[in-house]
């Protein structure tokens, strides 16, 4: 095991670097690969073994980097997709919906935790799954919010639009005594003020990203895996996709410049 | 592995109780054995090597229960004898400062946090190094607060007495521009209420109790090692002090009654 090998992250498109920004400001040695699918985004509409396929095409694609850690970084594509891409490799797998589960657990009151996500993520059931492994008396609100991805894969995170559609989606679980809100897809990070503008202060929002790069630290050090604090890392970053909206999205959401890398499925991969 | 077998959770006392509620509340269905060496406590003044015998002595009690975990829910035993357990060991073994460090840096946006524990704790600059690790421009204001300890010991959670040793104790750390503070001893969170007036709504506390209970259930989920969720655990607690003292708390924090047997020592390991 070399500790200078890069952390594997790989989302549906964009939202994925929620989960990126935070292990740069939590881990801020280790060395990222990214790939956003951003070419077959949104994952969250399609059939679970399409995701599974197009899951273990980028898990294929980011081994030739040798990563230390895959990140599934897509909540639809963790309920799908994580258990297959468990057994196919032999380096830690962490999904994005326990970490936002337990953390959920660890901050609930009331016992009774909000859920948003993907149509997919919210059918698949996950997030209720791993919350009721954790403690079967919560109590779980789920709502799919499928009009949230495609504003954030637009740059689209702070406008009227956006507080209509957010509005629109989340007006309905406002009835619901929940004490804290699971924000069960990377993408909605982006999101987070108009969420919280709509859902009111009394609701703790839970942020799968930064909830898991603190797992990501967790089981780095658990398994002595961390970087050299000597190193300044170089990330790199891959699309499958036109790369330019990806670009003005990292800069405005990172804040600085990216490597970008636009990659060119083969037909046979586009599903 | 048998998912069935008990986390092991040792302590200088009664502290380690705040991380034991923390995961009956987080991890419903895990059994715990708890040993609280009240004979010997506090730690918190004790020499490096003398903690790093007590604790070896307590593994060894308590390996008896073929434990899938151990956990180290004192600072100071943790600060001093972490490294030189899991060397020992083939479970894994989780301490209580990393849980805290991590929590801290995934809070924290002035890059201001303030540790707070026993002298052994804040002397060996444990804090300091998981912090730095993380992040080495965070900023770190330690103080060590001999006197709270032996209020927790003697159930003395909240009077006059209490908020003027706190006053005393923290008065001096309101000068600095934190925005959280790390509750680095397991003994603590009995007196967050206290901690939390006197430094104010702006300081968020991290309860090392909360953050490792939370960091457990993330390794034993990783490591596929959770237990069975039919399971409704009956947990056992030892301590190698009068156990009225111990008991009284214990009812009081759990807000149950324990199952809890005194362990006498032999005379060659009372140290």
């Not at 895959?70 to 639809?76: D, E, K, L, W």
């Not at 898991?212 to 604090?229: F, G, H, P, V, W």
Request: net charge negative; aromatic share 8%.
């Amino acid at each position: 095991m070399d500790v200078q090998q890069p952390i594997a992250i790989l989302d549906s498109g964009v939202g994925g670097l929620t989960v990126a920004k935070e292990i740069m400001r939590q881990l801020p040695h280790e060395k990222i690969v990214y790939f956003g699918d951003t070419a077959r985004t949104p994952y969250g509409t399609r059939a679970a073994d399409e995701v599974v396929q197009f899951t273990r095409e980028i898990v294929e694609y980011l081994a030739q980097y040798d990563p230390k850690m895959i990140v599934i970084a897509c909540n639809t594509a963790t309920a799908f997709a994580l258990e297959d891409i468990k057994k196919h490799v032999n380096v830690p797998v962490v999904g994005v919906i326990h970490p936002g589960a337990r953390a959920a657990i660890g901050r609930t009151n009331t016992g009774i935790i909000g859920v948003i996500g993907t149509d997919g993520t919210i059918k698949s059931g996950a997030y209720e799954l791993a919350l009721k492994q954790l403690n079967p008396h919560i109590h779980v609100i789920s709502k799919a919010c499928p009009t949230f991805v495609p504003l954030v894969e637009r740059g689209n995170f702070r406008s009227d639009e956006t507080f209509d559609t957010v509005s629109a989606a989340l007006g309905s679980l406002r009835d619901y005594p929940m004490d804290c809100m699971i924000l069960g897809c990377t993408h909605y990070p982006f999101l987070a003020e108009t969420i919280g503008e709509v859902m009111g202060p009394e609701v703790v929002l839970i942020s799968s990203a930064e909830e898991t790069a603190r797992e990501i630290s967790t089981i780095l050090y658990e398994q002595d895996k961390r970087a050299n604090i000597e190193t300044t890392p170089i990330h790199q970053f891959f699309c499958s996709g036109q790369p330019a909206m990806f670009r003005v999205i990292a800069k405005q959401w990172l804040g600085k410049q990216i490597e970008l890398t636009p990659v060119v499925w083969q037909v046979s991969q586009m599903g």
